[in-house]
């Protein structure tokens, strides 16, 4: 098919976000199968949780999270948009395939790997791309409202939360997967289908 008649795909990710990385996984499966063409989006943990009453952990968690966004907005107004997926794809090999805690090392790395300059790595130091990385998440999350998480997806006017997966959907199981989404997203009215978690993010 003609790249011209390929949907885009928009898809807000944090990149310290296990369930988001297994969702990107899937989606570029079905990038393979069906005809979409994905736009990359930055979307920030830290922001959603903002005010929230969270365990001391977590809280700690959301402080560390903030790098990795700035990072990939520095890229993204350095190189364009187009440069976010391979670079997420960097972050997040490193962050839940390796588990490797994404320090100022790791984040130059990922950088290199994707053939981007690694002072990019400053920028999660600093809050000078903070207004940048709000404005993106607030794109996400003002098509699904602000009770969910990470990651937002949005069609052809149709926009939601997830699809929350464990493990990666692959091959002809992602694309039934991308259709069945697609149908019951585009349906009038249609808001949400949920149950209990039975297992942990199974990342690869």
Known sequence: MADTERTPVDFWFDPRCPWAWITSRWILEVEQ?????????VMSLSVLNEGRDLPEEY???MKEAWGPVRVCVAAEEKYGREVLGRLYTELGTRAHVEKTALSREAIEEALEAAGLDRALADAAETDAHDAAVRASHADGMDRVGYEVGTPVISVEGASFFGPVVSPIPRGEAAAKLWDGVRLVAGTDGFFELKRSRTRDPIVD
């Not at 199968?33 to 989006?41: E, F, G, S």
């Open 33 to 41: 199968l069906r005809p979409i063409d994905v736009r990359w989006h």
């Open 59 to 61: 809280q700690g968690f």
